[in-house]
């Protein structure tokens, strides 16, 4: 979060471009851009914050602390970690087993429909349509109603679809529940009436819901027609209890692209009762094993410290990834070369260091990326500093001590070095623990008009020697 704002969004995104990258350059026979990509698209393994289970922030080579998943702040487009914790389209099962297991994802799952709808943070005008933390009106939760379908309880995915279908579609001037961002609000809409969805792009499938209406017909580009009929007990029935395709039992909870632009006929029959489970064929997902070390790519290992910032000393801490490997570290202050060590338990630091850590799996011969970690010793361990009136939580720059630890923020606000203060005037007393000659004082102040961060109208200075008299 410190190189780049918005951070887990990109990250994730960016894991999803680059899987797609990877399947153009499998067809194109380019195999080493394939395994390049392919590893890359893995990156979202280094978010997943095993203490929790949601798509952390990273920040100086660890998770970010304090986290709260409700938060709406910089490092999410327009939206939480509990919107983008399930932003792994193109590896759904992989995501699922790497830090759930079936049940534990279900769950998680339930939770996001089930939790309080109220956020904390930045007020965000485009998260709306709010089933728990679930949002329908905006792009990154488009895809999750339909991940039960990989855990083979489909009709809780067909139960959200009608939900959303009947709840947040209207024929009125404010039928649409979220910003129709070039139609992303209305192709969910037509996609989920036939009665399927495309979770992930770039793969040849659909996912199966429940069909809103009882008779459509496809017209593919090939000249034939696709006909999808929905024979139902009563108005109630939104529950799948048998497909056909073309007049034979189809039992996958999918449809394949070529299935489709054949044509033909596809029939639900729905029931107004969850029906008994099916051990019908999940949908297509990417499933690694870590022995595949061309493919595999190991999740970068987290540095833990209670702050970037010391008076005296701090003890690290790393935690590993999931699987039986070694991790590797050097400490380093500047201009030193480190030492290579076997990392066995926490050690502690007695002056500003740099640390980097990786993590290699004997038995798979991989090796993770590395993270890289900053911690400072103050300059001035004696000061002491009080803030009067309260900081943005959001923007705390490592809280109080911020202010005088000299680690100073750049123009990108977005990454947490700044404290920022909103409709309040910013007073503080820093002591400095004893008389000392000053030649020099001052504050630093940030301006961004865009973004309505503006410079103190005022501002003033004043110096005490014994803390009483001015």
């Not at 001052?442 to 008299?469: H, N, Y």
Request: with cysteine; aromatic share 14%; charged share 25%.
């Amino acid at each position: 979060m410190e190189d780049e704002h918005e951070s887990v969004s990109k990250t994730l995104e960016y894991a999803y471009n680059d899987w797609c990258i990877a399947q153009i350059a499998q067809q194109l026979g380019k195999e080493e851009d394939y395994k390049s990509y392919y590893k890359r698209s893995q990156s979202w393994r280094n978010l997943i914050n095993p203490e929790n289970g949601f798509m952390n922030q990273r920040s100086n080579g660890g998770f970010q602390k304090p986290f709260d998943p409700f938060e709406v702040n910089n490092n999410y487009t327009e939206a939480n970690a509990w919107q983008y914790t399930f932003f792994v389209p193109h590896a759904v099962n992989d995501f699922m087993t790497y830090n759930y297991g079936n049940a534990g994802f279900e769950k998680k799952l339930d939770d996001l429909f089930s939790v309080s709808s109220k956020t904390s943070g930045r007020e965000q005008a485009d998260i709306t349509g709010l089933i728990g933390q679930y949002a329908h009106g905006n792009e990154p939760s488009h895809h999750i109603a339909y991940l039960y379908n990989y855990l083979s309880k489909p009709h809780k995915t067909q139960k959200l679809i009608h939900q959303i279908q009947t709840d947040f579609y209207k024929n009125a001037p404010d039928g649409l529940i979220g910003n129709e961002d070039c139609g992303q609000m209305s192709a969910w809409h037509v996609l989920s009436a036939l009665g399927f969805y495309s979770v992930c792009p770039g793969t040849a499938e659909f996912v199966i819901g429940t069909p809103w209406f009882d008779n459509i017909k496809i017209k593919t580009a090939s000249g034939k027609t696709l006909e999808i009929k929905a024979s139902r007990e009563n108005a109630n029935s939104i529950y799948v209890s048998r497909m056909l395709l073309n007049d034979a039992i189809y039992t996958k909870w999918s449809i394949s692209y070529s299935d489709v632009i054949n044509g033909g006929t596809f029939e639900f029959k729905l029931t107004d009762k969850a029906p008994e489970q099916k051990q019908y064929d999940i949908p297509k997902s990417e499933s690694l094993d870590p022995a595949n070390v061309d493919f595999y790519a190991m999740p970068a290992p987290s540095i833990n410290a209670a702050s970037i910032t010391f008076k005296d000393s701090l003890v690290i801490d790393i935690t590993r990834s999931p699987f039986e490997s070694t991790i590797y570290y050097t400490v380093g202050g500047d201009f030193e070369k480190p030492e290579k060590k076997i990392f066995k338990k926490p050690f502690t630091i007695y002056k500003t260091s740099t640390i980097n850590v990786w993590e290699e799996d004997v038995n798979y011969k991989t090796v993770s990326k590395t993270s890289t970690a900053k911690f400072y010793k103050l300059p001035h361990p004696d000061w002491k500093i009080k803030i009067t009136n309260p900081y943005n939580p959001q923007y705390h720059a490592g809280g109080d001590d911020g202010i005088i630890d000299g680690l100073l923020g750049d123009e990108n606000w977005r990454k947490g070095r700044w404290q920022g203060y909103y409709i309040t005037d910013f007073e503080c007393v820093v002591d400095l623990g004893k008389t000392e000659n000053l030649f020099t004082f001052s504050a630093r102040c940030l301006q961004d008009t865009r973004a309505w961060i503006l410079m103190p109208t005022q501002v003033e200075f004043e110096i005490s020697a014994d803390g009483k008299k001015i």
